[in-house]
T-cell receptor, first 117, second 111 residues
């Protein structure tokens, strides 16, 4: 089954600094990869989605992610952090090994981003 | 506005009681899901349904039950057999291409 690993359960950056949240997928190249964001006591919102069309994916709120096959990575970045970026971020991959095919998503354990004023 | 409505937002249960969490969507999505969220563990899939009157177990289905009698509705029952039910429960739906739309969640606390 496909899986993703998020390194760093907590990340703190200063306001205006670069945000880098790490996600690595298991060895098989997935057809899709996702980043979702969750604000406190809310559901998840889609930040961005990778398909095979482009390795650099731009999402909402100034975030982007780059798919690197050689590193099995799909790290999320933002050039300049804003206080409103404080949230939990989840990487997700479809688990096409299940009977449900590629509509079942497997999520990473999440990274909580704190912004220091 | 189209979206997913989960209710109640907060729920308290005594040990030994069954409780049902509601999930309603007006997005005309075929697939619906229930995830459980615990601190540090991400989201784990409980049950999912692709079409009306059909559903499959996810990774942690023990102690839970669901029904899918209508396309719009996918209620989750947390039974007394679930030994550690305190968690944040998220309902989601999707059309093709894997993009999930989530509800705002229901927080269940066992007293």
């Amino acid at each position: 089954a496909q899986s993703v690993t998020q390194l760093g359960s907590h990340v703190s950056v200063s306001e205006g600094a670069l945000v880098l949240l790490r996600c690595n997928y298991s060895s098989s190249v997935p057809p899709y990869l996702f980043w979702y964001v969750q604000y406190p006591n809310q559901g998840l919102q889609l930040l961005l989605k990778y398909t095979s069309a482009a390795t650099l994916v731009k999402g909402i709120n100034g975030f982007e992610a780059e798919f690197k096959k050689s590193e099995t990575s799909f790290h999320l970045t933002k050039p300049s952090a804003h206080m409103s970026d404080a949230a939990e971020y989840f990487c997700a991959v479809p688990d096409w090994g299940s009977n449900f095919g590629n509509e079942k998503l497997t999520f990473g354990t999440g990274t909580r981003l704190t912004i220091i004023p | 506005d189209g979206g997913i409505t989960q209710s109640p937002k907060y729920l308290f249960r005594k040990e030994g009681q069954n409780v049902t969490l509601s999930c309603e969507q007006n997005l005309n999505h075929d697939a619906m899901y229930w995830y459980r969220q615990d601190p540090g563990q991400g989201l784990r899939l409980i049950y999912y349904s692709q079409i009306v009157n059909d559903f499959q177990k996810g990774d942690i289905a023990e102690g839970y039950s669901v029904s899918r009698e209508k396309k719009e509705s996918f209620p989750l029952t947390v039974t007394s057999a679930q030994k550690n039910p305190t968690a944040f429960y998220l309902c989601a739906s999707s059309i093709r291409a894997n993009v999930l739309t989530f509800g705002a969640g229901s927080r269940l606390t066992v007293l």
